[in-house]
């Protein structure tokens, strides 16, 4: 069974506009940390954001925003007022045993395709 | 500056013969990881490492074999290189930080084109 599901293979969304890319993980360790990355046509992958398992507060960092429901096992990337330079490839990853030395090699999903028009 | 590097950065070889790609990292990073990249699939791990000497299979290992005879190297080595092999490879590495974090956060190099034909 996939650990982190991505289920929207491509995204379209208009310049300035928000938009929400869809990350659900499945996993029973109770400690555990959530990335994004994006990938440009470049192909460098660049972190985004980090979400811890228990962190108390949604993660944010500029525009972005994870909108983190641990009961529904889901870790949405917000990015708000959608930029051109936007346009990329989306991955969500988790990697497990956070702080209790599990395997520190985080599962990515299949990711998503972001396209901004303006 | 801090950076993990790849090369080479595209290779174009042919089946059978025997290719390494390398990878550094300049930041003292424990942990070590090869994925490949392919259309609709995302990254899938191939090999990782946790330190000097130690490494373990990931997902799609058949078909390579790395070694991590120092910390800041982890190369990758196709012994005999066959077409389904072709991807864009990626080495990452990351911090072994028991306090958790945003400091696991894996740092990639810049992606290795390979194919093989």
């Known amino acids: 069974a996939q650990k982190i599901t991505q289920t929207q293979p491509g995204m379209f969304v208009q310049e300035k506009e928000a938009v929400t890319l869809d990350c659900t993980y499945d996993?029973?360790?109770?400690?555990?940390?959530l990335f994004w990355y994006k990938q440009p046509s470049s192909g460098e992958m660049i972190f985004l954001i980090y979400?811890?398992?228990?962190?108390?507060q949604n993660a944010t960092e500029g525009r972005y925003s994870l909108n983190f429901q641990k009961a529904r096992k889901s870790a949405n990337l917000v990015i708000s007022a959608s930029q051109l330079g936007d346009s990329a490839m989306y991955f969500c990853?988790?990697?497990?045993?956070?702080?209790?030395?599990?395997?520190?090699?985080?599962?990515f999903g299949r990711g998503t395709s972001l396209i901004v028009h303006p | 500056e801090a950076q993990v590097t790849q090369n080479p950065r595209y290779l174009i070889t042919v089946t059978g013969k025997k290719l390494t790609v390398t990878c550094s990292q300049n930041?003292?990073?424990?942990?070590m990881s090869w994925y490949r990249q392919d259309p609709g699939l995302g990254l899938r791990q191939i090999y990782y490492?946790?330190?000097?000497?130690?490494?373990d299979k990931g997902d799609v290992p058949e078909g390579y074999k790395v070694s991590r005879k120092e910390k800041r190297n982890f190369p990758l080595i196709l012994e005999s290189p066959s077409p389904n092999q072709t991807s864009l490879y990626f080495c990452?590495?990351?911090?072994?930080?028991?306090?958790?974090?945003?400091?696991?956060?894996?740092?990639f190099g810049p992606g290795t084109r390979l194919t093989v034909l």
């Open positions: 930041m003292n990073h424990e942990y």
């Open positions: 996993t029973s360790d109770p400690s555990y940390g």
């Open positions: 990853a988790m990697r497990e045993g956070v702080g209790t030395g599990g395997s520190y090699i985080p599962t």
């Open positions: 979400q811890g398992s228990y962190d108390q």
């Open positions: 990452a590495s990351s911090l072994k930080s028991l306090a958790g974090g945003s400091t696991d956060t894996q740092y």
């Open positions: 490492s946790m330190n000097v000497e130690v490494t």
